[in-house]
């Protein structure tokens, strides 16, 4: 990796838009993360390596297209995602349905690498494109007593072969915390490597909150409802037991059937070691606060 810093060229160095957009995106979002003030993660310091588009768009979880992981790249590009509006109720100022190119012409993209760590112990690192999810909630203005948003994803049996199957209640729904949402690490992502997010990855814009399992970042959002009480999750309704509602990565507290101390890296090849998680995904000096005082392995 380190030869693309020099004039030393390989043949890696032809793989054309990977190469240049890791080396440009890399330094992007770090400048990006440093302007909005925030302490950068450690490993960020140090340089992400991105997955490549090619790894980061064919291995996916998207159940309303199947449940393989190869299933989303080959069915998803039936999901019709012009136009698009995402109604925003519950407790705001100004509910109502928000034509998706008008949120955009309100919004500041700014491309953040995260660390992305599934709950089934697979990670990869994404280089988005996407907005604070703050920025779209105080358009909206939140109210004195929300204290939860509560988030669906749209639900088109004619463009979504998967919600044929009842393998999840449908919509997918998820939820956060109010303070867990405003979080500036909390992100609308509408793009990848520059490009515009594809379906499979949940186009036309999916929230995306790095220290938790990628399960809590929902994709092709239609509703964002601002409440007072916890909302019911897809996840957390099929298997209360195995995923919580905070999903918090933590390596400490393991899946009741896998361990969750360590992750194979997406790309990494057959022989690669497994990496040990980070707490909070390796956001911990960034998020920890958030749960001060909270019990982990009991809110998990
Ligand atoms: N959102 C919807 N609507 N449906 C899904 O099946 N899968 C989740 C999450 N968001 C899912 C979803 C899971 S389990 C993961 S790991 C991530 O999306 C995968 O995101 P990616 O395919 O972009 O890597």
């Known amino acids: ?66 449940t393989r992981k190869d299933d989303p790249a080959k069915y998803a590009h039936t999901l019709v995602t012009e136009p698009w509006s995402v109604k925003i109720d519950g407790l705001v100022d100004r ?43 105080n358009m909206a203005g939140v109210q004195e007593g929300g204290k939860y948003v509560a988030f669906e994803t749209a639900y088109r049996p004619d463009q979504m072969p998967g919600v044929a199957f009842p393998v999840l209640e449908w919509p ?4 956060l915390r109010l303070d867990e949402a405003m979080h500036p690490l909390t992100i609308m992502a509408t793009g990848i490597y520059g490009e515009t997010i594809p379906n499979q990855n949940g186009a036309p814009l999916r929230l995306v909150v790095p ?16 409440t007072d009480t916890q909302p019911p999750t897809s996840w957390n309704m099929a298997g209360p037991r ?47 606060g958030l749960y001060e005082g909270m019990d982990l392995a009991k809110n998990y």
């Open 242 to 288: 195995e995923y919580g509602f905070y999903s918090n990565v933590n390596p400490n507290v393991d899946h009741p059937r896998w361990s969750q101390g360590s992750e194979r890296r997406i790309g990494g090849g057959l022989f690669a070691k497994r990496e040990p998680t980070l707490m909070f995904n390796g956001y911990e000096e960034e998020v920890a």
């Open 95 to 137: 509910p109502g349905d928000y034509a998706f190119q008008d949120i955009m012409s309100e919004m500041t993209v700014e491309e953040r690498i995260y660390r992305f760590r599934c709950v089934e112990a697979w990670s990869m690192v994404i280089p988005w494109d996407g907005f604070e999810l703050a920025d779209l909630l």
């Open 1 to 66: 990796m380190a030869h693309r810093w020099t004039n030393k060229l390989t043949h890696a160095d032809v793989t054309p838009k990977a190469a240049f957009l890791n080396r440009r995106q890399v330094m992007a979002g770090l400048a990006g993360v440093g302007l909005a003030g925030l302490a950068r993660p450690a490993d960020a310091q140090e340089g992400l390596e991105p997955n490549s588009w090619e790894e980061i768009t064919t291995y996916n979880n998207y159940y309303e297209f199947g």
């Open 211 to 226: 220290w938790k399992y990628g399960f809590k970042s929902i994709k092709s959002i239609v509703r964002i409802t601002v």
């Open 172 to 175: 997918y729904r998820e939820g």
